[in-house]
Structures are given as structure tokens and as C-alpha cells.
């Protein structure tokens, strides 16, 4: 049975192929996957020479537990007419509520203040354990949200921009794909430098000009400023990515398409709404799971430009391993981004992997 | 209208074009500047002299990185590593690639799942557990970057040239099988040199993945800093008048290490946006 045997022969040469690149794996992903869910229950040190203990879930509990408490008003008898009333602060007017520190629990595990806000007239406080690390989730759903959208609308312009026929279409296109090669961290560095808190930097420059800020807007050290200038840094290096993503996905709209709907009078907005949009839908869900992978777990623009001042998830979980040597806490961080990614990445397969599971 | 229509064109395509370029112009500028020019307010969009306002270039930047050790050893360091990687990548990417789009094998389905899930494999999450075993084995640093830049080298390179050989005639395979020629025989010496231009666009991005990365580089690196990769070199900087971050270096370091990467690019253009949209297309 000459054809069975080669079947046999085919499978075994495949399985040899294959090793190198699964042994390979193995070793530098699965293993220590499976190392890294283990040492999260532990609170295992780096290089320390204390024991280690199996703590269960206590990690996660301190990384994630938070609590919104009502702040009660401080009150004050006035002098002038006998009753109770909210004290105000003399210097800027506002009413003063009792201090956060006394209302937040403070057993088994101190919670500390995240952020105050104010809902029908009452105050409340959110307080976490770890405060940084919500922050930090916080901060890159912001960034990845706000980033992904504008990336996705300023890209597709782009890309029908690019897919009309012009001359200088090549080299526009090269153009398109110097952001995307370029060094994160060196692009990092010229957006920090363009972005100095005073005229010596180019923004600073040019709103000044325009009478804005005085050219002393601190983008990079106010905290209003910090996660929008990261979003601007990031807009600008990938927005070409997913244009090259999108006007591939433009490309293989056949152009017929466009010259039936021309002669039955459909005007260039409708064409784009009935065909453009339909037909670009797998480029775009792709593009768009690639991209929102991609900045959950941004991690060069955060520490070349933030440092330790503010944290994106993959920041703080490099922070606590190299910084406070908390291996064990460090791990479970890793975990939980690696359990929001997976929930993206299920979303993917069932795009992508039915294109090519039919053989 | 017609005229009207191409002027606003013209002028959108000025504006892309601006806005994805003009952060390297600023680059260039400030990279001619001396310390006392880089303080100027507000800032000269052509270097000038402080006093008289007239253009003056300054090379001193340059000057002063050509002579930093630690720059020209990341130099160094980047090149094995990215060089390294890309090689490993290939050999054992093409392999699994050939496995999977031309070989029929039970548990071909389950085998390119894991592949394709690892494409998005989050490098953050293994770093505390890879950062273990680095420290465990005393691993040279730049092995441990080779070696552990597969996460997301080889995932991609398998799964854009399976694609590939999937694209191959069967015939090729049959016609050698007749021959007598193994698998393996087939491979290296037919099918091999057809995948040459697809082996060129795969190893290109993953040069340029490599030459990138930070986050390993940087972890890895904080007890050996020999062995520093120009990223990681370029975010420690510290300048010879270090009296704040010498930007002005930074700048001339940033258009040095930027220019090889923007030639490769504007060489293999083509194939790097092939490449690049492989996976996101049908077909």
C-alpha cells in the first residue's frame, strides 16, 4: 500500500517541521504562562531572601478591590442663627466634607483615596487598595477607546484619500509607512521634546502664537494632559498602520461595483454607505482587534514619556517587578491583562479563523 | 469646479503628508542645534543664531554621539539581536509554515489555532515569569532577547508563509514525490526558493520588530547594561553637559538610528505592505 505509507511519511515529516518552532514556544511563552499564573497566588519576592508563601487569590483582592463611600458634610453651628449648617471652606467657597482617610475602611487592608466626585448634591469618595493599579486600567481604557477611535476615523480618510488614482500614489504611500517603522521610543522622544512645557517646544511655540496657553501648557506634567498628549503620540504612529490595513481591505472592492451604482444615480455618500462601508467590514473589525490589542497593552510611550507618574496597566506590572521586586503581585497583574486580551483575542479568532479553517 | 476639486486635493494629500513627516523635520532641526539654540524661545523652525537670528548648523550632536560608548554599543547589540532573530525566526517559521499550508497531518486544525492565538500573545504578561528563569539560568542577556523575541517573531512569520506555501501549486510537491524525493528534499529545494520573496517580507518586519522592542530589552538588561539595544540606549541617555535631558543629542541619535530603518522602507515598500496586510484580507 505505496499511498499509505506515504500519508505516514508525509505526517511524520510534518510533525518533524513543526517541533523546532513548538519546542521554541514552548519555552519562551507557554512555560512561563504557566509559571506566571502560579507565582500570582504566591507572594513571591525577586532576589529577596525572604520565604515564599501560597496566598491564594490574595493578589487580585488587593489589586482590584475598591469601594465608593458617602462622604458626610463637616458641620457647623453659625454664630448667627442657631442651627447646623455645612461648613465652607473662607478661602475658595467651597463646602467641606469629613476627610476621606476617616471613612474609608482601613481593615484587614488600608484603602486609599482614587477620586472624589459629586452626585445629587451629596460627595462621595472612591477608595481601592491599590489605587495606582485602578488608575492604571483606568488610564489605558481611556487611552485605548479614545485612541482606537480616532485612529480608525483619521485612518479610513486617509485610506480613500490614497485609494483615488493621483500621480505620487507610491510615494505617498511610503510616506504613510515611516511613522509606523520608526523606533516607539525614539518617536517617544521627539513627541517629548515637542511637547516641553514651555516655548522651547514646538507646541508651546505655535499655541502661543495663536494667544493659547502663554506657551506654559505643562502637557506632560499636568494631569489633564498627560493621557490626551499619549493619545495624540499614538494617533500619530499607528494612524497609517490601520490606513495601509484599510486600503488594503478598498482595494479588493471590485470597481464595478462603484460604476453600477454610478449609472443608477447613486451619489458618492450613498455609494459609500451601501458599498464602501458593507464590503470594508472584515479589514475593519480586523484592523480594529489588532489596533485595541495592540494599546491594552501600550507600554514603550508610557514609560519613555510618564515614568513612574502615571501607569498604564503594562507600566505598573513592570514597576512592581523591577521597581518594588514584587514578583508575586507583579504576576497577577500579567494575569489580568492577559485575561482582558484573551477576551479581545476570542473575538478575533472567530473573525479571522474561519477565512482559513475550510480546507 | 474641476480645477477646484484637484486644488483641495492636493491640499488634503500637503496635509497628510505634513502631519505624518513634520515630527521628523523637528527632529532634524533641533538635531543642528546647540544647547543654547535648543533654549531658545520660541522655538526656531531652522536653527538660528541665539544673538544675530542668522541660520547657523551646528554638528556638535553628531560630534558627541559618534563618541558615546553606550550608543554605539546598542548599535552593536541591536544588530546581533535583530539579526539573530530574524534568521531564527525564518528557519523555524518556514518550517512550520510548510507544515501547515502544504502537509497534511492530523491536528493541523488545533496546531494552527495555537499559532494564530499566539500572534497576539501579550508579551507583558510572561515578562515577570521569563525575567525568573533569565535570572534562575544567569542567561546572557542577549541570548535571552533572541531567544525570546519568537513570541512575537515566529508566531507571524509561520502563519504569513503557511499562507504562502498554501498559495503554491500541489503539483510541485506530487511531481518531486514522483522523483522519489522526500518531503524535506521537496521543501528545500523547490519549494524554497520560491517562497524567496516572501521570506524577504516576513524577515524584513521582523527585523524591524526587533529592532523596535523595548519592553524585554529593557527589563533584561537593567543588571547588564553592555548590553543595552539603541532603544533602550536612547531612553537612558545622558548627555556630556548633562545639566537636564540632552535632547539635543537625543535628536541627532533619533535621526541616525531613523534614516537606515526610512531607506529599508522606502526600498521594500511593496513587500513590507504586503506583509503587513497578509492576515487582514481574504485571499
Known sequence: ?359 | MKIAQKVLFCFILAIIIIYLLFPFYWALNSSFKTEAQLQMMPATFIPRDPLSGNISFNLINYKSIVQNQEFLYGLINSSIVAISTTLLALVAGSFAGFAIGKLRFRGKQPSMYIILAMTMFPQITVLTGLFAIINALKLEPRFSMILTYMIFTLPFTTWVLATFFKSLPTSILESSQVDGATFFQTFYRILLPLTAPALVTTGLLAFIASWNEYLFALTFTTINPAARTVPVAIAFFTGYIARQEPFGEIMAAAVVVTVPIVVLVLIFQRRIIRGLTAGSVKG
Do not use: C
Open chain 1, 1 to 359: 500500500m505505496p499511498k499509505l505509507k506515504l500519508a505516514i511519511r508525509e505526517e511524520k515529516t510534518a510533525y518533524k517541521l513543526l517541533l523546532p518552532a513548538f519546542i521554541i514556544l514552548i519555552i519562551v511563552a507557554i512555560y512561563p504562562l504557566g509559571t506566571v499564573f502560579y507565582t500570582s497566588l504566591t507572594d513571591k519576592r525577586f532576589a529577596g531572601t525572604e520565604e515564599t508563601h501560597f496566598v491564594g487569590f490574595e493578589n487580585y483582592k488587593r489589586l482590584l478591590s475598591f469601594t465608593i463611600k458617602e462622604l458626610p458634610p463637616v458641620m457647623t453651628s453659625s454664630s448667627l442663627i442657631d442651627k447646623l449648617e455645612q461648613e465652607v471652606d473662607p478661602e475658595t467657597g467651597e463646602s467641606v466634607y469629613e476627610k476621606a482617610i476617616k471613612i474609608l475602611p482601613r481593615e484587614p487592608i488600608r484603602y486609599k483615596e482614587l477620586a472624589q466626585f459629586n452626585l445629587f448634591e451629596k460627595q462621595y469618595v472612591i477608595g481601592a487598595t491599590d489605587p495606582d493599579f485602578i488608575q492604571a486600567i483606568g488610564n489605558t481604557l481611556q487611552f485605548t477607546i479614545i485612541s482606537v477611535l480616532f485612529e480608525t476615523i483619521l485612518g479610513l480618510g486617509i485610506a480613500l484619500v490614497v485609494n483615488s488614482n493621483f500621480k505620487g500614489r507610491g510615494a505617498m504611500r511610503a510616506a504613510m509607512l515611516v511613522p509606523w517603522a520608526v523606533i516607539t521610543v525614539v518617536s517617544a522622544k521627539i513627541w517629548h521634546w515637542m511637547l516641553q512645557s514651555s516655548r522651547v517646544g514646538l507646541f508651546n511655540t505655535i499655541l502661543a502664537k495663536f494667544g493659547i496657553g502663554g506657551g506654559q501648557i505643562a502637557f506632560l506634567s499636568e494631569e489633564i494632559w498627560q493621557i490626551p498628549s499619549m493619545i495624540v503620540i499614538d494617533v500619530w504612529k499607528t494612524t497609517p498602520y490601520m490606513a495601509l490595513l484599510l486600503l488594503a481591505g478598498l482595494q479588493i472592492i471590485p470597481m464595478e461595483l462603484y460604476e453600477a451604482a454610478a449609472i443608477d444615480g447613486a451619489g458618492k455618500i450613498k455609494q459609500f454607505i451601501n458599498i464602501t462601508l458593507p464590503l470594508l467590514k472584515p479589514a475593519l473589525a480586523v484592523a480594529l482587534i489588532f489596533r485595541t490589542l495592540d494599546a491594552l497593552r501600550v507600554f514603550d510611550l508610557f514609560q519613555v514619556i510618564l515614568g513612574s507618574r502615571e501607569y498604564s496597566m503594562a507600566t505598573y506590572n513592570y514597576y512592581q517587578l523591577i521597581g518594588n521586586r514584587a514578583m508575586g503581585y507583579s504576576s497577577a497583574i500579567g494575569v489580568i491583562i492577559f485575561i482582558i486580551i484573551f477576551a479581545f483575542a476570542i473575538l478575533y479568532i472567530r473573525v479571522l479563523g474561519g477565512v482559513y479553517s475550510s480546507e
